[in-house]
């Protein structure tokens, strides 16, 4: 419709017209059945089956092998914070449940910005008082920032410190607030290990303890299903929630790799150093319950499941890597560009974790930024501001922004550079 704007925002996001369309239609009608997606009972045997086709896409889009689950959550990310700690904890207790003299459960924690932060913080909240367990920042990557206060880029390989044995080892593929993102080596897979070796800005897969079933787990709220995930076969956990690439918020997507779904209960009486888990949070009543173990975010399931089907039919992740390739290299270029000029400067080059989905920079001079932001809002453009922890400019380009979205973004800080100098 033409009284929609270009939504540049981070999440919730831009989602694409015809889907809204689509929605507005299942809301008075689901799959025939007469009754609004909002109103039927997530037991119908439309609503599993739609269900069960969500968890089809996502599994088929990704090569998703069947060593993982596909579970349905809610919570968002900030419940995947709690989350991850418990149940990767009971999962440590389990396979050694009587610890040597002075060992302990170590959660490493790789920090490259404001959201891994959180979710360390999380980790030290939650086991600050449980016996023999510890949280470890395996590095932090304000410490290599030019400030030495703030996150610019992705620390190097060489600055990171793993445990030995670590119940688990956390990572954020992209930090939507600092637009840092690990970057992908061109052939991500086992055989790409020379290739991530060399790239300094992909995750260090290369340095994580060998020979055991991996206790990885990755924050993928704000980049999943932008391009295929690397080495997910080595994941233990990868989570998102729904309201940035795919569809309303309300819905976390978890894959989780079967030897992480525990009997929480059982951890919690072999040994101190589990937590008691809210059912909610195990993964164990989730996948024992198919998702469906109390009402689902009915809603969200449904548009998801519609950007989803929408996704497969464009071509999938391998599509969006290109398109989305393609919207970034242009605004990385054009504030490059303002930089020569001194009317921008860029806060995460991209070349060192620039990240593809949420392009952040800042506008140089008195009061330039808000002209920035008025100027782009004269023009149907919203939400580039910068998160008000950060401040600045900040450009999302997630799958649902249009060429002609950036193109337009494009050609305004284009108009700004010319104008400002
Ligand atoms: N992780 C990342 C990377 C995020 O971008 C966000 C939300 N912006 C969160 C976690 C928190 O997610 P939620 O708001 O769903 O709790």
Redesign the pocket.
Known sequence: ASDRVLNFS??PSALPDSVLEQATQGLLNFANTGIGIAEISHRSKEFLAFLDELESLVREQLEVPQTHRILFAQ???????AAVVMNMLARDVLLRPNLAEGEERVLDYVVTGS??R??AKEATNLTETVPNVRVNIAVDAKNNSADGASYDSLPPHSAYQFSENPALIYY??????NGIQFSKAPSDDASGEELNKKDETTFPFHLLPKNTLLPLVA?????FMSRPIPRLADHAIIYA?A??NIGP?GL?ILIVRQDCIVDVDAAVKLSRSAIPVPSILSYKYLADGKSVPNTPPVFSVYVSGLVLKRMKELGGPKYYEEFNRKKKEKVYETVKEGEKRGVFRSKVPEDKGGSWMNVVFEVVGDGAEGRFLKGAESKGMKGLKGHRSVGGIRATLYNAVTEEATDALVAYMKEFIETET
């Open positions: 981070a999440g919570g968002g990310g900030t419940g995947q914070f959201w891994s959180t979710a954020c593929e992209n930090e939507t607030v924050d993928y709220s704000s980049s929630g309201q940035k918020a976390t």
